[in-house]
């Protein structure tokens, strides 16, 4: 069985930083594409970043570029998203996924084939 188990979550003040981190089980993604999503109350599932399978190739949406930092370590099966400078309207569940390729799509949540159950993120004002 296929499991993505994110962890990392929590509270933080405005301005603080979380590191993220997602275990894949079940398979191994060295070949996929794996990211990030995340969706407040209320609002869609939104992009955050995503991987290639060599980590030398990332892609963030605008509004984290220079904050967020994601990395995976394919050994351990894992990816990571650093969040820094953190801002309220980012609480959020962060989901972590995992794309059938190992090629950038769209980048769109029909895009990744594996989602974790998400780990819920809090920046307080």
């Known amino acids: 069985q296929v499991q993505l188990v994110e962890s990392g979550g929590g509270l933080v003040q405005a301005g603080g930083s979380l590191r993220l981190s997602c275990a894949a089980s079940g398979r191994t993604f060295s070949s996929n594409v794996m990211g990030w999503f995340r969706q407040a109350p209320g609002k869609e599932r939104e992009f955050v970043a995503d991987?290639?399978?060599?980590?030398?190739?990332?892609r963030y949406a605008s509004s984290v570029n220079g904050r967020f930092t994601i990395s995976r370590d394919s050994a351990k099966n894992t990816v990571y998203l650093e969040m820094t400078s953190l801002k309220p309207e980012e609480s959020a569940v962060y989901y972590c996924?995992?794309?059938?390729?190992?090629?950038?799509?769209?980048?769109?949540?029909?895009?990744?084939?594996?989602w974790g159950r998400g780990t819920q993120v809090t920046v307080s004002s």
């Open positions: 991987i290639d399978w060599s980590g030398s190739n990332t």
């Open positions: 996924v995992a794309s059938s390729s190992s090629e950038f799509r769209l980048a769109r949540p029909l895009d990744y084939s594996y």
